[in-house]
């Protein structure tokens, strides 16, 4: 069956609109949710990950229904960013572009309430927001939600992660008990199902069968790593693919900003997005990516939501996101619009248990791959500096001047030196570099993933609250951070239990540490902090890892280092500065350095 947007139903400003995005046919999910919206009022429950065209899913029938007449908000679509929000208003701006009464406006944190109020009392058919500052607008009494047809949750399982589930009661309260509501998850948990049961009623479940569809594009791999060759490992994936376009997920910001800066001193295309940013930085970083101009994007799972790219190549996860549910947003960044794409993890021996949860929720299997040698990285390397030779369109006109003198120059060279001379060139940089590089695949001469070493350069701090405050290690980190404690610390091991918990921290920042909670006197969910040093034995009973979530290596550079680093860095300097877009062919160059 090929179904048509016409065969929809749609009036033909609408459609007229997609002819001009050039959406020719309705996704699966677009085909099952919009005629069922637009023909019946009932609750919808949809089974959606992102890039399979949820977004026009909700959009259309909405704006197809909508009346401009009426002056009242109709539609509030709630979304977990302020990125994907602002991305879904302008899906909206476009498809309803043939109807220029209709009123979209994006409410978001983080940017001008004022702009945003004036907007609002400019009139608006359609509101979409971030859960926050729509609350925060219901409260003010600018935004009226009493005669709202259609509430839209999209990414509903992110929104509760991030934890706004406070903020959707308040909003699910303030909407009218005749309206319908949309809900949008790519996974299904409890909590989301709690929301369904509570704020919906019979809803019609959809799934968008493009879970599959999506996963079948998506090749799924591990490395084995300890914390070590974590970082190494990251760059042999990255050399081994001199065209790769990809997201590499961390856990933490700071840990984002590290593995970035570390990129981006190791000559790659990279730079990092996460929430500690300013918008105007991240909407920069954005816009860069999407023009390709940045080759590598290290994100936070939450600064990455709003991306819509549809040919990344890769998906790195530098660590496993804490939810392993998260691990399908992710993956679900590559492989889009029947693009293929290859979902990476690296992972240590301790984590790797990980994985089969993981398999059971993508119905895929891993496949365990070995970290490139030098040999295979020099390899591919060449061949992708030899097919460039060989596609690239020589402008004869601009350069048939300077050929006879620089014939003159290179006589006397045969064709076999020529070509090892001009290969050499490009090259060498990459032979000296990975000559007599390590196998990194060989991890006991790497240590295991919690080093010794390590430890012992790390203070291990009490904190009396634990997993009945509702903290976990995000959380956790999250207020170390907010206490200043230094530019550079580095936390170590994390161990959640039910009241109490353990961080590590940079033996240097210990008295800072102390210092900073002494005098921020911060409180978590209304319970005071109290943070002491421990002198518990680290080695005290495996039992102390029991429901922790392990950050070990966070941020330890010097770790990261394989023994090739100083011979790296002396080569760096002998190699100027390269252009790492290929303007004229559109696709990749070498990095913006040779390494
Ligand atoms: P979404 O899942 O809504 O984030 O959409 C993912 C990407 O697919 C976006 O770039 C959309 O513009 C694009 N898209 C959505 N629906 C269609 C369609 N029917 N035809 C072509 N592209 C689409």
Redesign the pocket.
């Known amino acids: 069956m090929s179904t048509t ?1 016409l065969s929809l139903g749609l009036q033909d400003p609408i459609n007229k609109a ?1 002819l001009d ?7 699966v ?2 085909q099952k949710a919009i005629p069922q919206i637009i023909s019946s009022t009932d609750d919808l429950k949809a089974f ?10 909700f959009s259309l029938p909405i704006i197809e229904l909508a009346d401009q007449n009426n002056s009242n908000i109709q539609a509030i679509i709630l979304s977990p960013t302020r990125e994907l929000a602002v ?2 208003g302008k ?1 909206i701006e476009d498809f309803s572009k043939y109807l220029p009464q209709l009123k979209v406006v994006t409410v978001y944190g983080g940017a001008n309430i004022e702009e945003q109020i004036k907007k609002l009392k400019r009139g608006a058919h359609i509101v979409v927001g971030t859960p926050g500052r729509t609350v925060d607008l219901i409260k003010r009494r600018v935004l009226k939600l009493q005669n709202v047809q259609w509430l839209v949750l999209d990414e509903a399982d992110e929104m509760l992660n991030m934890g706004f589930k406070d903020e959707l009661d308040k909003i699910l309260v303030a909407t009218p008990e005749t309206k319908q509501t949309l809900l949008f998850s790519a996974t299904f948990p409890k909590e989301v199902e709690a929301i369904a049961k509570n704020y919906m009623t019979k809803p019609i479940e959809i799934t968008s069968g493009e879970k599959n569809t999506g996963s079948d594009n998506v090749n799924h791999e591990y490395y084995l790593v300890t914390e070590k060759t974590r970082y190494a490992a990251l760059k042999r994936i990255t050399d081994l693919h001199p065209n790769i376009y990809g997201i590499v997920f961390c856990r933490t910001r700071r840990e984002t900003q590290q593995v970035a800066n570390n990129l981006i001193k190791d000559g790659y295309n990279a730079d990092a997005l996460h929430g500690d940013l300013s918008q105007l930085q991240r909407d920069s970083i954005m816009e860069k990516f999407h023009e390709k101009n940045i080759q590598i994007l290290v994100a936070t799972d939450v600064a990455a939501r709003g991306l ?1 790219v ?1 040919n990344l190549t890769h998906v790195i996860n530098y660590k496993l996101p804490d939810q392993i549910e998260n691990y399908t947003h992710r993956s679900g960044r590559t492989g ?2 029947g693009n293929k794409g290859v979902s990476i993890v690296l992972v240590s021996k301790k984590e790797q248990s990980r994985l089969n949860a993981i398999e059971r929720i993508i119905k895929k299997k891993f496949i365990h791959q070995q970290v490139p040698s030098g040999k295979e990285i020099c390899q591919n390397q060449l061949f992708y500096l030899i097919d460039k030779v060989k596609n690239i369109d020589v402008n004869n006109e601009e350069i048939v001047t300077f050929l006879p003198s620089i014939y003159e120059k290179l006589e006397g060279l045969s064709r076999e030196e020529l070509i090892q001379k001009f290969v050499s060139l490009e090259f060498n940089t990459f032979l000296s570099y990975y000559t007599n590089a390590p196998d990194l695949n060989n991890l006991s001469s790497f240590g295991n993933s919690r080093g010794t070493a390590s430890s012992e350069n790390m203070t291990r701090f009490f904190i009396n609250i634990g997993r009945k405050d509702r903290l976990n290690p995000a959380k956790l980190i999250g207020l170390i951070n907010d206490q200043n404690i230094g530019d550079k610390i580095n936390i170590g091991s994390i161990d959640i239990l039910d009241t109490f918990s353990f961080f590590e921290i940079d033996k240097n920042f210990e008295k800072e540490t102390l210092a900073a909670f002494k005098a921020n006197e911060p409180d978590f969910n209304g319970r005071s902090i109290n943070v002491e040093i421990t002198k518990t034995d680290r080695s005290s009973g495996g039992k102390k890892r029991k429901g922790g979530v392990n950050t070990e290596g966070f941020g330890r550079r010097k770790n990261t280092k394989t023994t090739t680093s100083s011979k790296r860095k002396s080569k760096l300097s002998e190699k100027p500065s390269r252009s790492f877009k290929d303007k004229k062919t559109g696709g990749f160059g070498r990095r913006r350095r040779a390494r």
């Open positions: 947007f997609l995005l050039g959406y020719e046919k309705p996704t999910i677009q959606a990950q992102t890039g399979t065209g949820k977004t026009a899913a991305q879904i899906n819509d549809t889009r619009a």
